[in-house]
């Protein structure tokens, strides 16, 4: 009776967001749980790579999923609305890399037909040690990305339940260990699906809501070139002077130099592309044809989201300098004084007057202007989308709507990522490397192992998250394109790529890329731009340890010896449908 | 069952999936570094009519992630073509 009671008092003292928030995860984490009993894998294939059974269009889904994390969905619309044009990197880098994905990769990958990308490594290169530098590069990779979700969906608990971020972390922690570690890859996809549809409706939805109030186009693509209400004023041209006026430069121009823009772009297209969490996806489908089909149906779903995003950031951001710019603090509304308990919105009256000065003009130049032009207003980039739908004044049910949608992101990318570490532990490197007599009973439950073990690896990191997760991220993508990407490519498309040269490739490649990473993000943090090499930033240096990798191991190969025959069968193999070949087959 | 494809049949295959590739990834690169970041300025000097975008913004955040889609659409199609020119019509990779 205690504890029902205090329960009750607890519910009464939630506002209507609270209880809208609750409702909602509550609902969709009951649907998840429910998906990964239905999907439980039963063998290594199932668990790895789905046993080939799942249909192109619900692998689209999951692949969607499975790529947009808590950075697409949270992170991105915020991050451009700050950025303007230059935002662009982010929306061209994460789509640009499923044009290589599915024209270079994806079908060839699926044509030779194994569990994981080490896999692909290991036999075209025939060697262990080149198996083992892809193990330890997937593993790493995935690890830096997978804190990052969990500490994701640490920041919606806190600020929708108002429940310590580390109780946050636990609850995601405990539902991904379920579906992950029981369902494996098949209970993953179907989840996947699910959290899809969450996460879409529940970033469309509010997008919806705003353009119409915004443009009276129901259509955010569209209505963020419309009119204001009804101004006669483009929104677009509306929110330059706005952002003009208050001297943060034109938004619709780009403020990046253009090669440090080329190199971030190319460096997130690569990555994307040499990503195992998402390589690994296009396993799992029936046929090399569903393949192909299911990048195209991928990259269909991520663009609902990513030609989304852009319109969201235009709308928030007008509606952010609408309402905060030049108001007394005292009118503020309840989202601003919630997001100020949090510390992600700062306002420092330094003048005195109580009314809110947000000025893109720096400190650096403070001196030179009166007080009145200070800049008093710090607006954490990340909160946009979580904060859109308040500002906006939607119904709570819609507030609640999008931190369901954040913790789908969170959550099916989270699972995605553990799943990777788990078959790199259990199918890389202890059967394929070091006891390759395991039973496929003990493999499984060693691949379950990992996946558990993993899930507590991140959980930590989610709940002490190092001050460097930022930081990481550019890692992942800089690793990814200076690694794997050449490694693969080569592979595929030249036969006479061999060991030496595409070891020697990868590593060069990675070292020179994670040195440069290290130096400017850890070692040298007070490092301006100016001292960056050609004025490349540490987020697009990977594009130059790719080409580093692709010299590097074309030079070498062309040195040595060619790859035995057996590989160059290896390579038409993939090259080829598989019934191109009966005749020289005895299957 | 079709007849197994000769090796000439093979290296015409490959060849016209190279060329494809080139085609497609030529259309790619244009669209996306051209388009949205090399040339974005002259081309912000254009506005699409009717509306509140410039040719090279909107090439950056909108059209070119219509073009990427485009693009993996006809290379679905043009790879099916050539699998079924190598294979015969019920030619299908398993």
């Known amino acids: 009776m205690h504890s029902l009671l205090s329960n009750n008092v607890y519910l009464a003292a939630m506002d209507p967001v609270q209880k809208w928030t609750l409702g909602i995860a509550v609902l969709t984490f009951a649907f998840y749980i429910g998906i990964a009993i239905w999907a439980k894998a039963k063998s290594t294939g199932e668990f790895y790579i789905a046993g080939k059974g799942v249909p192109s269009v619900a692998n689209g889904m999951a ?206 297209m690569l990555g994307t592309a040499g990503l195992p969490h998402v390589i690994v996806r296009f396993y799992t489908v029936k046929k090399v044809k569903a393949a192909r089909t299911s990048a195209f149906w991928a990259l269909l779903f991520i663009a609902i989201l990513y030609t989304v995003a852009p319109a969201v950031a235009v709308f928030a951001r007008s509606n952010l300098l609408d309402t905060v710019s030049n108001k007394p603090y005292a009118e503020m509304p309840s989202w601003f004084k919630n997001w100020e308990e949090t510390d992600l919105i700062v306002f420092d009256d330094k ?108 959980g930590y990191f989610g709940m002490n998250p190092p001050d460097y997760v930022a930081a990481v991220v550019a890692f992942a993508f800089g690793l990814a394109a200076s690694s794997f990407f050449p490694a693969i490519i080569l592979g595929i498309f030249w036969k006479r790529a061999n060991l030496p040269g595409v070891v020697t490739g990868m590593v060069v490649g990675l070292l020179f890329t994670a040195g440069y990473i290290v130096y400017f993000k850890f070692l040298n943090k ?50 080829f449908p598989r019934k191109a070949f009966v005749d020289e087959e005895n299957e | 069952m079709s007849e197994t494809p000769s090796a000439a049949a093979r290296a015409r295959y490959w060849r016209k999936n190279l060329s494809w590739l080139g085609g497609l990834l030529s259309v790619w690169f244009i669209v996306s570094y051209g388009c949205g970041i090399l040339f974005v300025d002259q081309l912000d000097k254009i506005r699409i009519p009717g509306t509140g975008f410039k040719l090279g913004f909107w090439f950056a955040q909108q059209g070119s992630i219509y073009v990427f889609l485009v693009l993996i659409a006809i290379y679905v199609l043009a790879m099916n073509r050539l699998d079924r020119e190598l294979l015969g019509e019920e030619g299908d990779d398993a």
């Open chain 1, 63 to 268: 692949t969607a999923a499975d790529w947009m994390s808590a950075a697409s969905f949270i992170g991105m619309a915020g991050i451009i609305s700050f950025a303007g044009r230059d935002g662009a990197r982010y929306l061209m880098g994460w789509t640009g890399g499923y044009v290589l994905l599915a024209l270079l990769l994806a079908p060839y990958l699926r044509r030779f037909g194994k569990f994981t990308v080490p896999d692909f490594i290991g036999d075209r290169y025939y060697s262990n040690i080149a198996r083992l530098v892809a193990v330890v590069c997937a593993i790493f990779v995935s690890f830096t990305y997978v804190c990052g979700q969990m500490q994701g969906v640490g920041i919606v608990f806190a600020r929708f339940l108002k429940v310590d971020a580390e109780a946050g972390v636990l609850i995601g922690m405990g539902l991904v260990f379920f579906y992950a570690v029981m369902g494996g890859m098949k209970g993953i996809t179907y989840t996947q699906v699910a959290q899809y549809c969450v996460l879409i409706f529940a970033f469309t939805v509010p997008a919806i809501f705003i353009a119409i109030q915004m443009t009276g186009n129901p259509i955010p693509q569209l209505g963020f070139g419309g009119e204001y209400k009804d101004s006669g004023m483009y929104l677009l041209d509306r929110l330059d002077g706005l952002s003009t006026e208050l001297g943060f430069g034109n938004y619709t121009e780009g403020q990046k130099g253009t090669f440090d823009m080329f190199c971030i772009t190319a460096a997130l």
């Open chain 1, 351 to 458: 003048n005195g007057d109580g009314i809110i000065q947000y000025t893109g003009r720096t400190d650096k130049n403070a001196a030179e202007l009166p007080d009145l032009e200070m800049n008093e207003l710090t607006v954490n980039r990340d909160i946009m989308v979580l904060a859109n739908p308040e500002i906006a004044k939607l119904p709570n049910w819609v507030v609640g709507l999008v931190a369901a949608g954040g913790l789908a992101a969170a959550l099916s990318t989270a699972a995605g990522l553990l799943l990777v570490i788990s078959t790199a532990v259990a199918h890389d490197l202890v059967k394929k490397t070091i006891k390759p007599d395991l039973s496929e009973k003990k493999e499984l439950l060693l691949a379950r192992i990992a996946a558990g073990g993993a899930v507590v690896v991140a």
């Open chain 1, 526 to 575: 007070a490092a301006g731009e100016d001292e960056w090499w050609l004025g490349i930033s540490p987020e697009g240096i990977g594009t130059f340890g790719m080409i580093i990798n692709f010299v590097l191991a074309i030079g070498i190969s062309l040195a040595t010896k060619p790859p035995p025959p057996e590989v160059q069968h290896l390579v038409d193999r993939v090259r």
